[in-house]
């Protein structure tokens, strides 16, 4: 199968044209470069620049031989947040599969004087992606649950935040548990711990979208090469980089899509 991908953002997402090249491209986060080694390693990937992933929809609408691999955030949160298309993607494309299911959580320094949110006294300031992201929405409504004093400041990229929470210029740092990521590296470099998981409904995930003209066999072809089962190799792969691969496809996929979006449209109807 031929395909080309175009990365979104770095951590969003990318696009796939199946009908063109085989040479990969990535300027990704770790996670993404991980699952596309292991579940489809032939894909171009090419960074696109932003727009809150609009341009990137925006291809995959336009496009009838592509499909779309997008974070809950380009598939939830910008949708709920108000982004800059004028309808939500996700009802205009075909949902596939989902490829990966992580947890949020929110780091703190190893010397960090709390091991509780609930024990933290003054104020607080956490960072996370983006203005109007994941993390935004979980730390408002988590702190209007605490009632504790708290700023959240957005950033564009995880290594700053992470440089400014090592260096005492913020307390926490709002990210996703392993896959080699920022926060996978707090825990085995020893220099953060974890003060609070969020609930299981708020996991980020890896999402398929595909153009509702892809033919039938090319999507059938895509699901058949990341259903397949795992090599030896691949095994060790996912195990090395702790990423924890959830493939569903079909009903089960639509179900957990339904279930992520009341989630989020629940919560953002609670944050004031």
Same mark, same amino acid.
């Given at each position: 199968?031929?395909?080309?991908? &175009?990365?979104?953002?770095?951590?969003?997402?990318?696009? =796939?044209?199946?009908?063109?090249?085989? #040479?990969?491209?990535?300027? !990704?986060?770790?996670?993404?470069? #991980?699952?596309? $080694?292991?579940?489809?390693?032939?894909?171009?990937?090419?960074?696109?620049?932003?727009?809150?992933?609009?341009?990137?929809?925006?291809?995959?609408?336009?496009?009838?031989?592509?499909?779309?691999?997008?974070?809950?955030?380009?598939?939830?949160?910008?949708?709920?947040? !108000? !982004?800059?298309?004028?309808?939500?993607?996700?009802?205009? #494309?075909?949902?596939?599969?989902?490829?990966?299911?992580?947890?949020?959580?929110?780091?703190? !320094?190893?010397?960090?004087?709390?091991?509780?949110?609930?024990?933290?006294?003054?104020? %607080?300031?956490?960072?996370?992606?983006?203005?109007?992201?994941?993390?935004?929405?979980?730390?408002?409504?988590?702190?209007?649950?605490?009632?504790?004093?708290?700023?959240?400041?957005?950033?564009?990229?995880?290594?700053?935040?992470?440089?400014?929470?090592?260096?005492?210029?913020?307390?926490?740092? =709002?990210?996703?548990?392993?896959?080699?990521?920022?926060? $996978?590296?707090?825990?085995?470099?020893? #220099?953060?711990?974890?003060?609070?998981?969020?609930?299981?409904?708020?996991?980020?995930?890896?999402?398929?979208?595909?153009?509702?003209?892809?033919?039938? $066999?090319?999507?059938?072809?895509?699901? &058949?090469?990341?259903?397949?089962?795992?090599?030896?190799?691949?095994?060790?792969?996912?195990?090395?980089?702790?990423?924890?691969? $959830?493939?569903?496809?079909?009903?089960?996929?639509?179900?957990?899509?339904?279930?992520?979006? &009341?989630? %989020?449209?629940?919560?953002?109807?609670?944050?004031?």
């Amino acid at each position: 199968m031929k395909s080309i991908c &175009k990365t979104l953002l770095a951590s969003v997402f990318f696009v =796939c044209n199946l009908a063109v090249s085989q #040479t990969v491209y990535t300027a !990704g986060e770790q996670q993404i470069n #991980t699952v596309k $080694d292991i579940l489809f390693p032939n894909l171009v990937i090419e960074k696109v620049p932003g727009a809150q992933g609009a341009l990137a929809w925006q291809k995959v609408l336009q496009n009838k031989n592509s499909i779309i691999v997008a974070t809950t955030s380009a598939v939830h949160i910008a949708n709920l947040e !108000g !982004g800059y298309l004028p309808q939500d993607p996700t009802k205009e #494309t075909e949902l596939l599969a989902t490829l990966t299911r992580s947890k949020q959580a929110i780091f703190v !320094g190893t010397n960090f004087p709390y091991n509780k949110i609930a024990d933290i006294k003054g104020k %607080w300031f956490v960072g996370g992606i983006g203005e109007k992201g994941i993390c935004s929405l979980l730390m408002k409504n988590l702190m209007q649950n605490y009632k504790i004093d708290f700023t959240y400041v957005p950033y564009k990229l995880a290594q700053q935040i992470s440089n400014d929470m090592l260096g005492g210029h913020i307390d926490g740092h =709002c990210t996703t548990q392993g896959g080699l990521n920022v926060g $996978d590296q707090y825990l085995r470099n020893n #220099t953060g711990k974890i003060i609070h998981t969020f609930e299981k409904d708020s996991f980020p995930r890896l999402y398929v979208f595909a153009n509702k003209e892809l033919p039938q $066999d090319k999507k059938e072809e895509f699901i &058949k090469q990341i259903t397949r089962q795992f090599d030896n190799q691949e095994e060790l792969l996912i195990k090395n980089s702790n990423i924890n691969i $959830d493939i569903n496809v079909g009903e089960e996929a639509v179900k957990i899509f339904n279930t992520e979006r &009341k989630f %989020w449209k629940n919560l953002k109807g609670e944050v004031k």
